[in-house]
């Protein structure tokens, strides 16, 4: 067993010395809060940025490109086709989750990025998979028309142009892929965003 502590960001910061959250009481809370939103305004945007860039080097299983040169290959695209920051972000980290959980990535991106999007981008992300289905000729046990049970929302035809233009296409090693520099500060400003409150789930 260690009893070694993990640093803190800074080093002029202090630690709450209790060992429970029983324990805590208001000025524990408060030494915590009062660290809390530093940190995260340095924090999130980097974590999120360093999941994605730990897969860089990631090997595939058939496509010509892994999946962060898909996410950034949608992402500078988008950029190119002078789409707005929150959706070149939004397609940067859409495939975030491809390998860590596959069959719920759309809304593992969902709920990443919720709190600081719009209700459409968040609708998009969480649909984005199945709006792909269309576009999947001969692949077995797919309904290619699945989407169609959301034809009529206000978000459905950007998420069916998002897929069209940004997703089903970046998967070949010819296309642009800028250097992932060039997005982060577009991350930093979209998680530097006053987060939405979501409701509590049922
Ligand atoms: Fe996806
Ligand atoms: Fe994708």
Known sequence: MTASRSPL???TWRYVEK???DDFRAADWALLNAQRAPYYSDQQARQALRLLAASSEDPGFGYQVNNFRHCVQAATLAMQDGRDEEYVVMALL???GFVACPSTHGEFAA???APYISDANTWLLERHMYFQAIHCRELPGTDRYVRDRWRGHPAFEATAEFVAKYDQNTISPSLPEAPLAVFEPMVHRVFARTP???PLPP
């Open 94 to 96: 859409h495939d975030i």
């Open 19 to 21: 060992a429970t959250l």
């Open 111 to 113: 709920q990443l990025l």
């Open 196 to 198: 939405r409150q979501r």
């Open 9 to 11: 960001l800074d080093p």
